[in-house]
């Protein structure tokens, strides 16, 4: 049962903490991932120590290891911040720092942890830290406790938990602890609520580039194919201009998106996984009222998706700067990014569909061989993309590619239509410490990093737990 009344206990504990800290001019470093969410949290703990007067700094790392953790001890600054990270490496962080840090996460962690006073997990209080509270909205928890004026940073919670793909309640809507963030935006008038097409550029980009733009869920024969698009809804007589003006999907009638959803369920089919990978694409908007509505900023998805992409096209300061107010220098630099990280997928899964030799499967497990053309940071985009599309969604997808001359990085992400329960954060974590390397995350997302001489026996360790 969720305990409400202890987190908030645990946050204010870390508040004072902080507020000490702080007082005492003490250098504190906000060390986040560079994922949407991992920039969202990280973004909302620093802005909130800002806000407060802190001597602080801020970095984003694709992964926590022990390489990272010498690197970050040898910057000595007086205090750390783990967002979104560290929640599987607390005994390291232990002999490294001593009690000089403090993890906001949502990922599982050991029950042995879970009443340590510098861990403020989601787990640790009875939430569910996959579905219904992000690192986002942990660290926004932390900073409504340091000052209830951080309200105004809730809509950051909102977009790192949809970059986390937490919108799994009833039409796509976010729930738990992100809804409670998502109230409070409402209230202060910086989101608004509605239910629409869930297809990213809704109210920017025409119809068809809207549709091919969208990856979740991925659309075969659609998805990143800008040109199949057009011929599919022209083919249909759908009425794409008006007055020389293409037309976008905020703009269509009710009898258009029944027209709309005609052709999409002509190509994903009618069976249970095509009604489903439908119902996914109509759902609760969540648009940022101060946001200009021709920026891709206006529908906080698409803004998770900026964040998600400036972190894989390792320009996570770009991302930071947008979160933290930067609408000049950076939002230009983001713009022409995001274009960039959308040719790398389309590239890596034309790759896929065309060489067969680069998926194995493995009874519930489909295994992704991208060693020489998936880059280390893409493997979580491009294993969620794969569990969306209707080829994969009841399969356990495991994306791999080289990391280093010496390591591999895999991703796992669980398909909607996955029959079995298991859990990913801990068949990761289990298989990855077996051959000595680090893993962790959710119930249906997660990761590791291992030695490459280890590939083939990670592999088996995994696929083996699947199968238990």
């Not at 205090?79 to 962080?93: E, K, R, V």
């Not at 909205?137 to 950051?156: C, F, G, H, Q, V």
């Not at 075969?220 to 201009?241: I, Y």
């Not at 950076?330 to 590239?347: F, M, V």
Request: negative net charge.
């Amino acid at each position: 049962m969720p305990d409400p009344g202890a987190l908030n206990a645990r946050a204010s504990e870390a508040s004072r903490l902080i507020s000490r800290l702080s007082k005492e001019k003490k250098r504190i470093l906000v060390v986040t991932h560079i994922d949407a969410d991992g920039l969202s949290s990280g973004s909302i703990a620093f802005h909130a120590l800002l806000r407060m007067g802190a001597i602080a700094s801020v970095r984003a790392i694709p992964d926590l290891d022990m390489k990272a953790i010498d690197a970050l001890r040898s910057d000595q600054f007086d205090f750390y911040l783990f967002t979104d990270l560290g929640s599987g490496m607390i005994d390291q962080l232990t002999a490294a720092f001593g009690v000089n840090f403090l993890i906001v996460d949502h990922h599982q962690l050991p029950s042995e942890h879970a009443g340590r006073p510098n861990v403020l997990n989601a787990w640790s209080f009875g939430y569910d830290g996959g579905s219904e509270v992000s690192s986002s909205t942990m660290a926004y928890i932390l900073a409504l406790s340091l000052d209830e004026r951080n309200k105004d940073l809730s809509p950051s919670a909102i977009i790192g938990a949809l970059g986390d793909r937490q919108d799994s309640g009833p039409n796509r809507s976010l729930t738990g602890l992100n809804r409670k963030a998502l109230e409070d935006g409402v209230e202060k008038g910086l989101i608004t609520v509605s239910k629409d097409f869930l297809f990213h550029g809704r109210e920017t980009r025409p119809i068809h580039e809207a549709i091919a733009m969208t990856y979740t869920p991925y659309l075969t024969g659609l998805s990143g194919a800008k040109d199949a698009c057009l011929a599919a809804l022209s083919n249909t007589g759908f009425v794409l201009k008006e007055h020389g003006r293409w037309r976008n999907l905020a703009e269509l009638s009710d009898g258009e998106r029944q027209k709309l959803l005609e052709v999409l369920t002509s190509f994903v089919g009618t069976g249970g996984d095509g009604s489903m990978v439908i119902s996914e694409l109509i759902g609760e908007i969540y648009s940022l009222r101060y946001e200009d509505a021709l920026t891709p900023m206006h529908d906080a998805r698409e803004f998770a998706t900026l964040l998600n992409a400036c972190g894989r096209m390792d320009a996570t300061d770009v991302g930071i700067a947008i979160s933290l107010g930067d609408r000049d220098t950076a939002l230009s630099e983001a713009l022409k990014l995001i274009g960039e990280y959308r040719l790398k997928l389309n590239k890596a899964l034309q790759i896929l569909q065309t060489a067969g030799d680069r998926v194995a499967t493995h009874g519930d497990v489909a295994v992704v061989i991208g060693d020489e053309f998936i880059e280390e940071r893409m493997t979580g985009s491009i294993s969620s993309l794969l569990a969306s599309s209707d080829k994969y969604r009841d399969k356990m997808v495991l994306v791999r590619t080289r990391s280093g001359d010496t390591e591999l990085k895999f991703s796992s992400r669980l398909g909607a239509s996955f029959p079995k329960e298991v859990n990913l954060g801990l068949i990761m974590k289990q298989a990855a410490e077996f051959v000595g390397g680090v893993g962790g995350g959710h119930s249906m997302a997660a990761g590791a990093k291992i030695p490459m001489t280890k590939r083939d026996e990670f592999t088996r360790a995994v696929l083996q737990k699947v199968a238990e």
